[in-house]
Structure formats: structure tokens, C-alpha cells
């Protein structure tokens, strides 16, 4: 069965960084493309970033490009965003989902994690 | 960027109704086209992907159409568990933009 459980998030001041991790099991990890979706609180979905499954590619949202980096450790079968300069609308749940299949970066989603809330606040 | 417009934003329905969400491309996308579910307080889920084809597991009153610019999807007899907010998502190219969301109610 395939796994993703997002860990990293908090309540952190604006301007602060943070770092989220996904730990992926029950699947090849370094087959399939990856990304970061957010949902801001009572507000629809958006996607942040994703990258492809050796992690030679990535892309961004104008909404977080040259804040955020994406990254992934394949040996350890783990997905990151590194957030820096949060701002308050960084606010949201943020869920690591899977391509649905493997080999191109462009793909549906397919699961997704449960999430975890990232808050900025001061 | 390409955008996507989904519509209505909401409807209220029976149940047994037949319900139509459309979703629209400001440039042709070919169908890479994927709709998802999210219940209140749950995970987003892939109903459909490649505009038409449906996700194993996902029930066959869910159906989906369209191509280039112009997408819909169906559920053809509503039911109480569709409740949900459903969302399109383009994936031909970055970004993978989704729409804002259609919110579908039992009347």
C-alpha cells in the first residue's frame, strides 16, 4: 500500500524558514514525479512544486519561486520543501502527492498525504 | 499561464440528479485533464485522469468528457457521499494549475 506522511509543520513567525518532509513507502520512490499542493485555510487547492523522480527537474509557482526548494532523497524515499521568507499567506495545509504513474513528470496525482499545517503568524 | 475556470463555483442538487461541472482551459491542453474529491475535513482524491478514464475503485456514475479547451465532468444519479468541493487540474505543462473548485450539496 502506498504511504505518504507529511511531517514539518508549525506556527512559525513571518519571515522564518521551515523545512517539510514527506516519508513515501509502499511504492519504487525514485519512479515517480513528486509534488507539494497546498490549501489555505477554507480556500481551494494550489499547487507549489514539483519535481521529477531522479530530481533533475524541478518546477515552481511564481507564488513561491526563489523561497521555496524542492528536494528529495531517494535513498531514504523522502520528499522535501525547504520554505524560506514565509509570509502570512504561506498559511495551509500542505500535501505531498505522488504521480499517479511513473516516468513522466506529467501526471495526475495519485495519492496524496494527509497533510501537514503550516501556520505564519506573529 | 494557462488558467483554468471551473463552473458553477456551487449547486445544490437531489439526490438521483444528474450533475455536470464544467471546466475550461484559456488554451488547449489536449486532455491532460484530471478531476479530483474532497469530502469535508478529508484528502483530495483522483476521480479521473486523461479527461475520461476513471481511477480504479472510483464508482461508474462518475464520467468525464472533453478535450483541448473544454472539459465536464458528470456524476449521473447524485448520491448522499457525493458531497464534496471537486476540482479540475491541468498537467500537460507547468504550472499544474487546478481550478477554484466546484462545491456540489444535497437540496
Known amino acids: 500500500e502506498v504511504q505518504l506522511v507529511e511531517s514539518g509543520g508549525g506556527l512559525v513567525q513571518p519571515g522564518v524558514s521551515l523545512r517539510l518532509s514527506c516519508a513515501a513507502s509502499?511504492?519504487?520512490?525514485?519512479?515517480?514525479?513528486m509534488n507539494w499542493v497546498r490549501q489555505a485555510p477554507g480556500k481551494g487547492l494550489e499547487w507549489v512544486s514539483g519535481?521529477?523522480?531522479?530530481?533533475?527537474?524541478?518546477h515552481y509557482a511564481d507564488s513561491v519561486k526563489g523561497r521555496f526548494t524542492i528536494s528529495r532523497d531517494n535513498s531514504e524515499h523522502t520528499l522535501f520543501l525547504q520554505m524560506n521568507s514565509l509570509r502570512a499567506e504561506d498559511t495551509a495545509v500542505y500535501y505531498c502527492?505522488?504521480?499517479?504513474?511513473?516516468?513522466?513528470?506529467?501526471?495526475?496525482?495519485?495519492?496524496w498525504g494527509q497533510g501537514t499545517l503550516v501556520t505564519v503568524s506573529s | 499561464d494557462i488558467q483554468m475556470t471551473q463552473s458553477p463555483s456551487s449547486l445544490s442538487a437531489s439526490v438521483g440528479d444528474r450533475v455536470t461541472i464544467t471546466c475550461r482551459a484559456s488554451?488547449?491542453?489536449?486532455?491532460?485533464l484530471a478531476w479530483y474529491q474532497q469530502k469535508p475535513g478529508k484528502v483530495p482524491k483522483l476521480l479521473i485522469y486523461?479527461?475520461?478514464i476513471l481511477q480504479s475503485g472510483v464508482p461508474s456514475r462518475f464520467s468525464g468528457s472533453g478535450s483541448g479547451t473544454d472539459f465536464t465532468l458528470t456524476i449521473t444519479s447524485l448520491q448522499p457521499e457525493d458531497v464534496a468541493t471537486y476540482y479540475c487540474?491541468?498537467?500537460?505543462?507547468?504550472?499544474?494549475?487546478f481550478g477554484g473548485g466546484t462545491r456540489v450539496e444535497i437540496k
Open positions: 502527492a505522488k504521480a499517479r504513474a511513473s516516468g513522466s513528470y506529467y501526471n495526475a496525482f495519485d495519492p
Open positions: 509502499g511504492f519504487t520512490f525514485s519512479s515517480y514525479a
Open positions: 519535481i521529477s523522480g531522479s530530481g533533475g527537474s524541478t
Open positions: 488554451q488547449g491542453i489536449s486532455n491532460y
Open positions: 486523461a479527461a475520461s
Open positions: 487540474q491541468k498537467y500537460s505543462s507547468a504550472p499544474l494549475t
